[in-house]
T-cell receptor
């Protein structure tokens, strides 16, 4: 049973560029959440997708956008990259039908903006 | 908005000993979920244990147990018989109940770095 997968593992971009990160949820899961984790800090919630719609959004600018596909996989897009966007981006999946709705995390994508 | 506070940035324990990590949270909700996640140097976030607020019984998973004090809004993690592999950053997290159309974000604390000494 495959867990949550993310690609790529590492990414280096320059300021002003755009980036797309990808996430495939754990088998049987239908909800994908994205988090940004700066070095030495706890993860911060970016947004969550369910039924191909953004259900909840954290305090992030519109430069951060996402998408969920019919197979439940998801993309995170960041436009006009800033140095401050350098972080570990974590994807988590869960299943809405389960009361506990526990989120399981992927290995993350480490983004460096130069 | 809910907040989660971990007041111990660093903790250390001797191998085979017991250690307790503290977490407090602030919420006006009566039904919610609490989690402890472990993040080793690989930075993969791993679920350690979860607690549902409506359950009075403290959750236990092998060597890991929690002390959930709802009135005090406290949720500590106890690790018994500590092992070298327990060394990691530990995060406490809060989640509201999921609504029909609303999401279920996790709110994390700042983390506690646990060192296990041989």
């Amino acid at each position: 049973d495959a867990g949550v997968t993310q690609s790529p593992t590492h990414l280096i971009k320059t300021r002003g560029q755009q980036v797309t990160l990808r996430c495939s949820p754990k088998s049987g899961h239908d909800t994908v959440s994205w988090y940004q984790q700066a070095l030495g800090q706890g993860p911060q919630f970016i947004f969550q997708y369910y039924e191909e719609e953004e259900r909840q959004r954290g305090n992030f600018p519109d430069r951060f956008s996402g998408h969920q596909f019919p197979n439940y996989s998801s993309e995170l897009n960041v436009n006009a990259l800033l140095l401050g966007d350098s972080a570990l981006y974590l994807c988590a999946s869960s299943r809405v039908a389960l009361r506990t709705d526990t989120q399981y995390f992927g290995p993350g994508t480490r983004l460096t903006v130069l | 908005a809910q907040t989660v506070t971990q007041s111990q940035p660093e903790m250390s324990v001797q191998e085979a000993e017991t250690v307790t990590l503290s977490c407090t949270y602030d919420t006006s909700e009566s039904d919610y979920y609490l989690f402890w996640y472990k993040q080793p140097p690989s930075r993969q976030m791993i679920l350690v244990i979860r607690q549902e607020a409506y359950k009075q019984q403290n959750a236990t998973e092998n060597r890991f147990s929690v002390n959930f004090q709802k009135a005090a809004k406290s949720f500590s993690l106890k690790i018994s018989d500590s092992q070298l592999g327990d060394a990691a950053m530990y995060f406490c997290a809060y989640r509201s109940p999921r609504g029909e159309t609303s999401g279920s974000r996790l709110t994390f604390g700042e983390g506690t770095q646990l060192t296990v000494n041989p």
